[in-house]
């Protein structure tokens, strides 16, 4: 089994910044792409942010390059998300995800992927951005 734990969300005013974390344990520590997704009232879940676990490559929506960033600790066993400039789009439930690579070794960002690849999801962190 595994678990992945969220925090930082939040209610801020527009233009402002806020820090997601998302620790990592049992079965997900050896996933190899991690990432952020979110879901906002009446829309489907979306990927924000991607990463190849321990690896540069990053992947970003459209929505959010710019002003939201990846990364983890060194011991890539914590996920933050590094949010800029928010928006009221922003507004939505924030969630870590962890998923296997496909056979070539690669990282796919949807949450179709995710489901398929032995993904692991936490419980959430809401964000809410108003004007």
């Known amino acids: 089994q595994g678990n992945l734990v969220e925090s930082g969300g939040g209610s801020v005013r527009t233009g402002t910044s806020l820090t997601l974390s998302c620790v990592r344990s049992g079965a997900t520590s050896s996933a190899g792409c991690v990432g952020w997704f979110r879901q906002a009232p009446g829309k489907e879940r979306e990927e924000v942010a991607g990463?190849?676990?321990?690896?540069?490559?990053?992947h970003y929506a459209d929505s959010v390059k710019g002003r939201f960033t990846i990364d983890q600790d060194s011991s890539q066993m914590t996920v933050f998300l590094y949010m800029n400039n928010l928006k009221p789009e922003d507004t939505a439930r924030y969630y870590c995800a962890a998923w296997q690579r496909d056979w070539l070794g690669r990282c796919d960002w949807t949450v179709s992927d995710v489901n398929r690849r032995n993904g692991y999801w936490g419980q959430g962190t809401q964000v809410t951005v108003s004007s």
């Open positions: 990463k190849y676990s321990g690896g540069p490559t990053r």
